[in-house]
């Protein structure tokens, strides 16, 4: 815990004492985020409480060339917001006030430790919501979605985080201050707040986000179909994007999530071998034609059962179970480690049972719950960390199912990022000159690498030096294709 | 087939000389041919020393259906990727005016009316090829729908003008064509009127793919709104939109009228959605966007983005293309 003189006592004189933590007791609160193996102890925690204040504590971290990471709620699942020995970490904590409700113009602007849900909470009364909804949507934080472009189960239909952000105010990594975006839609130049988010933190603090909120739709429909494999589930949800019908969410989940689930809240599911959820939300005659569609189709898949939630307390019941599939493992493991990876949607099939081969080839269960209307995968590898060597193979296993997702043209990570977890495995889908390219764009951001180094990009002092086997992009790929 | 550094020196005589290659790699040598003869380029305009055309890279490399996805080199129009998709009962959803290139669009970030419901050039795309001036081939992004793996260069370079470099490929999201489409028309006589209108569609729960205010301060303001969907959700919409605003159906002659407004414009402004009405007091005539604060306009407007915005933009710049080959 060596930071450079003076550095601490400047801190605390813009910040207040209570606006800066060095007690080690109180820094480990900080020394991982929500994928909790990787774990490194920062020097001093920062909590501003405005823009001037994250502008201060980064003008002196690069002035005396000290890295710093941004922190929200802490709930990333890829090691993103993991500190940098003897570093700063910048809590956003503190900065959570909703600044303006603006509904005229359907935009909300918020600082970033405003939580996800808080967004919808503040105009809910008048009918309207914010659309991404990652899982934790209760506890993370816009400033940490805006990191991630985070997505959640109904992404499908509304898009990411970045498709709902106009403008953001953004400290850079020198404390220069930019506004990027607007209320309006589509200023010129280039889309530097599209790079921005989605960057995990790297390119600076986003420190004021305006969202665009979304009138609530006249009807939602939520049917649940359930069949005897999980193949049959992916037959259908091909077939309903074949109709071109688009729904706001489908999702997935197999005989073991189902059992897990079952165990832990109760949802009272049908006891089947995979279930598909599909929610269709927009205007009710719309949603009742396509949802009649939506049920034929399931039947031609070989559903054995159908059920729609018409009420908004059916649709929670619904939803319980999916949304507490992570969670609920721990009633059928001891462990269990969460990939993510994604999958052309109509490569699923293929995919869930090369993912069967490979537990017969590990020794050990794998739970397949997954965002099936885009092919984002999150299977759950199961182990018992008490049995040795297990872990290790778990993790083994879970490299695998990423080299599939390779294979078969996907990515490497659909929401929860590469942060420091995947970032070795960048070279399987990115070449040397890729991400050369990348690291150029990010030093036109931070030349001194100063802001959340070591995420993202892999180094020979994280990785070695020999990366992993290269897989042709996706796009060169299809660059050997033929003329049509 | 010429090769594209032979065109280079075919071309040297005439200024500027136009190249057409016919591979990412030619692509990539025009490039550094160029730089190298320390002349300019200017992508599918001119300006440069060197015009590189995409004319010939137009090939579509990947159609997938079930996935909703193709992969394009850019030089294609959006007529014959949209003919082409047609037939499988798909679209890219970009109605720009004109019939740019799909790498015009993106480099442009244009859009057409249905911008209110599809989004922008950035919203369809999935991943990109960029060749930068020194010669430098490198992918972002992918061909699946959802990723967050990396840098999104190809967000990065929707707006750029040409600037950063060449986007030679892309992946796109597609959309089901619709079963139906109708219009309503809506005259209106102020400004306040068009603010009622669009406050009232935009607290609906309508969902139209467009909206379009042809505006014009003297009178004969009106204002278009575009349902898509199945016959029976169509008719509703529509329905409930006249009952709610007024107006009759029509066939659709506003859009084209809409999108000729568009090409005509001399200035694009951004505006917050709920300051209609005092954009509209600023401007006599212009194709307005009210659900997404965009308002192109029949005078040249000044830059209004912010400096430090600018200022990064060129540093990013500076970074991809240090010799400023690309102009």
């Known amino acids: ?484 | 087939m010429a090769s594209a550094s032979e065109e280079v020196l075919v071309g040297a005589g005439s200024h500027p000389a136009l190249v057409e290659p016919a591979t990412v790699d030619e692509a990539a040598r025009v490039l550094v041919n160029a730089a190298g003869e320390g002349r300019t380029v200017s992508i599918e305009r001119p300006g440069g020393d060197v015009v590189l055309s995409t004319a010939r890279l137009d090939r579509v490399l990947e159609l997938e259906a079930g996935d909703l996805t193709a992969s394009v080199e850019t030089g294609i129009r959006l007529s014959a990727l949209n003919r082409l998709l047609a037939g499988q009962r798909q679209m890219l959803a970009l109605d720009p005016p004109g019939d740019p290139t799909v790498g015009a669009c993106l480099a442009g970030n244009l859009s057409g009316p249905r911008r209110h419901r599809y989004g922008a050039p950035r919203d369809l795309l999935l991943g990109v090829t960029v060749v930068l001036a020194d010669g430098t081939v490198a992918s972002s992004g992918g061909k699946v729908v959802k990723n967050v793996a990396g840098y999104d260069l190809g967000k990065l370079f929707c707006g750029s003008e040409g600037r950063f470099g060449l986007i030679a490929r892309a992946s796109l999201r597609l959309h089901p064509l619709p079963a139906a489409e109708r219009t309503l028309v809506v005259p209106l006589g102020s400004a306040d009127d068009a603010f009622r209108a669009a406050q009232l569609l935009h607290h609906s729960t309508l969902v139209p793919s467009a909206i379009d205010l042809l505006w014009r301060k003297g009178g004969g303001s009106r204002l278009a709104v575009l349902f898509e969907g199945s016959e029976r959700a169509v008719d509703a919409q529509l329905g409930a939109a006249r009952e709610l605003i007024g107006g009759t159906e029509n066939g659709g002659d506003e859009w084209d009228e809409a999108r000729s407004r568009q090409a005509a414009a001399q200035g694009r402004i951004s505006f917050p959605p709920g300051g209609l009405v005092q954009t509209l007091h600023t401007l006599d005539e212009a194709l307005v966007r009210p659900g997404l604060g965009i308002a192109f306009t029949s005078e040249p407007v000044g830059d209004s983005g912010d400096a430090g915005a600018r200022l990064l933009g060129e540093r990013v710049r500076a970074a991809l293309d240090p010799g400023g080959v690309l102009v």
């Open chain 1, 1 to 484: 815990m060596s930071l450079p003189e003076g550095l601490a006592a400047s801190a605390a004189a813009v910040l207040g004492d209570d606006g800066v933590i060095l007690e080690p007791e109180q820094l480990k609160t900080y020394e991982c985020d929500g994928l909790t193996g990787y774990r490194v102890l920062p020097a001093l925690v920062a909590l501003p409480r405005s823009t001037a204040d994250v502008q201060a504590i980064v003008r002196l971290c690069h002035e005396h060339r000290v890295p710093f990471v941004a922190r929200g709620a802490g709930t990333g699942l890829s090691g993103g917001a993991v500190p940098v020995a003897d570093g700063v970490v910048i809590s956003l904590a503190r900065m959570n006030r909703v600044v303006d409700v603006d509904l005229e113009s359907g935009r909300v602007t918020v600082e970033p430790g405003v939580t996800n849900l808080d967004v919808s909470r503040a105009v809910a009364a008048a009918g309207f919501y914010y659309a991404p909804d990652p899982s934790s949507q209760q506890v993370c934080t816009i400033g940490g979605n805006v990191a991630e472009n985070s997505g959640g189960a109904h992404c499908l239909k509304h898009g990411f985080t970045v498709t709902h952000v106009t403008a953001l105010e953004v400290v850079l990594p020198d404390g220069e201050l930019v506004y990027l975006g607007g209320k309006g839609l589509d200023p010129p130049g280039p889309d530097l707040m599209g790079l921005f988010i989605g960057s995990e933190g790297t390119l600076g603090i986003a420190t004021r986000i305006t969202l665009r909120v979304l009138r609530r739709p006249e009807a939602v429909r939520t049917l649940l179909a359930a069949f005897d494999e999980t193949s049959d589930a992916g037959a259908a949800v091909s077939g309903v994007i074949a109709a071109g019908i688009l729904a706001g969410a489908m999702e997935i989940m197999d005989r073991l999530t189902l059992e897990a689930a079952e165990a832990a809240v109760h949802p009272g599911y049908p006891d089947a071998g995979a279930i598909l959820l599909v929610e269709l939300d927009g205007n009710a005659v719309q949603v009742e034609d396509d949802a009649a569609r939506v049920e034929e189709i399931c039947r031609e898949s070989g559903a054995v059962e159908l059920r729609v939630a018409t009420t908004d307390a059916e649709r929670v019941l619904f939803w319980k179970g999916r949304k507490a599939a992570f969670a609920a493992m721990g009633r059928v493991s001891h462990d269990y480690y969460v990939q993510d990876g994604v999958v052309p949607r109509t490569r699923l099939p293929e995919v869930l049972d090369r993912i069967g081969q490979l537990e017969a080839e590990y020794g050990l269960r794998v739970g397949n719950v997954f965002h099936a209307g885009d092919g984002n995968l999150h299977p759950l590898v199961l182990y018992d960390r008490r049995n040795p060597g297990e872990p290790e193979r778990a993790k083994e296993l879970a490299e695998a199912i990423l080299e599939i997702c390779m294979d078969v043209g996907g990515a490497l990570t659909g929401e929860h990022g590469i942060g420091t977890d995947k970032a070795c495995r960048m070279p399987l889908m990115f070449s040397e000159t890729d991400l050369e390219t990348m690291m150029r764009v990010r030093r036109a951001f931070d030349p001194e690498g100063l802001c959340n180094p070591g995420k993202i990009f892999p180094t020979p002092r994280l990785c070695g030096e020999v990366p992993g086997p290269y897989r042709v992009h996706p796009l060169e790929l299809a660059g050997l294709g033929e003329r049509f």
